[in-house]
């Protein structure tokens, strides 16, 4: 069943109400950490391009936290209503908000959007391939902006330039405070690591060189795409203009200079450097246009550069 969509503002309500209704001191500072999460995910959606239903990443912000009150009898209930494996239960009780949040969503808001739910179900522990909601929501929940401390610091400086890496270094430093205070871990966070800790390679820091290479004055409107999850080619793609024929050889001869290049073609007005896991794309103004490359990586994420 489609959820019937209400608006943005109704769930806020519905949010703020569960969380009146409880004792728990912190319950203002809960909501508007909410709120967080909701704006923090439209944040990254937009900086990257997301191929991400809008509407559904507000609710799925607002709500990820909306069964964070419960009681252990509340969540044992859902278990038994649900006919859910009693095992859940054996995991940190840090978690149940989240693996047994999305079952009171829907009973009680009646919201039935798988997306929606998954990223809910998931925003704690994470787990392997994420969708892109299911990880901006993960993201959002750790990097929203009243979080302080030095490690939100760190992730959210990285999460403005590569949010894949940053899922990875939230993971990675999840696992090693949980690891150090002898708590429990899920499955699922160790299981996310092993499949986002690629996204800590090398290539990336290699992406920055090459960007200072073309970068000198050589070319303009540099956009990278991130292809990591598109392509078995490469990693990265750079398209990118060249101000004359003369700054495109120029750029070229700098690339083959300070990198081993796999492979380079030429076309009137459009030259391709293979680096690799990382492929740059240079045209002259007029050719970018007529080849048409920015519009078929329209739902491409993006790499934000920093100047
Ligand atoms: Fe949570
Ligand atoms: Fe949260």
């Known amino acids: 069943m489609m959820t019937p969509y209400k608006e943005i503002k109704d769930y806020q309500t519905c949010l703020f109400e569960k969380f009146s209704s409880s004792q728990d001191e912190e319950r203002f500072e809960r909501y508007q950490h909410s709120i967080g999460v909701m704006k923090k995910a439209i944040e990254l959606i937009d900086l990257y391009h997301l191929p991400v239903d809008k509407n559904k990443a507000m609710i799925a912000g607002i709500l990820h936290d909306y069964a964070k009150l419960l009681t252990k009898s509340e969540f044992e209930d859902i278990v038994l209503r649900h006919a859910l494996p009693l095992s859940v239960l054996d995991s940190s009780p840090k978690v149940w908000h989240a693996l047994l949040g999305r079952w009171v969503v829907e009973d009680e808001l009646d919201i039935h959007d798988e997306e929606i739910l998954s990223a809910i179900e998931f925003h704690t522990t994470g787990k392997k391939q994420m969708t892109p909601l299911q990880e901006v929501i993960f993201l959002s929940d750790y990097i929203e902006d009243q979080r302080q401390g030095k490690m939100y610091e760190k992730v959210?400086?990285?999460?403005?330039?590569?949010?894949?890496?940053a899922i990875a270094i939230m993971l990675e430093d999840t696992i090693t405070y949980v690891r150090s205070r002898n708590l429990p871990l899920h499955p699922y966070t160790?299981?996310?690591?092993?499949?986002?800790?690629?996204?800590?390679?090398?290539?990336?820091?290699?992406?920055?060189?090459?960007?200072?290479?073309?970068?000198?004055?050589?070319?303009?409107?540099?956009m990278v795409y991130d292809v990591r999850n598109f392509s078995s080619l490469c990693d990265y793609v750079i398209v990118t203009t060249a101000l004359s024929e003369t700054q495109m050889f120029a750029a070229i001869h700098y690339l083959s200079e300070d990198f081993i290049l796999r492979g380079i073609e030429k076309g009137h007005g459009w030259s391709l450097v293979d680096l690799g896991d990382i492929v740059v794309h240079l045209f002259l103004k007029e050719d970018r246009e007529l080849y048409g490359l920015d519009r078929l990586y329209i739902n491409i994420p993006k790499v934000s550069i920093q100047k």
């Open 190 to 222: 160790l299981e996310a690591y092993e499949d986002y800790k690629k996204y800590k390679k090398e290539v990336h820091g290699k992406l920055e060189e090459v960007l200072e290479t073309i970068d000198r004055n050589l070319v303009e409107n540099i």
């Open 156 to 165: 959210r400086n990285i999460a403005m330039k590569d949010y894949k890496k």
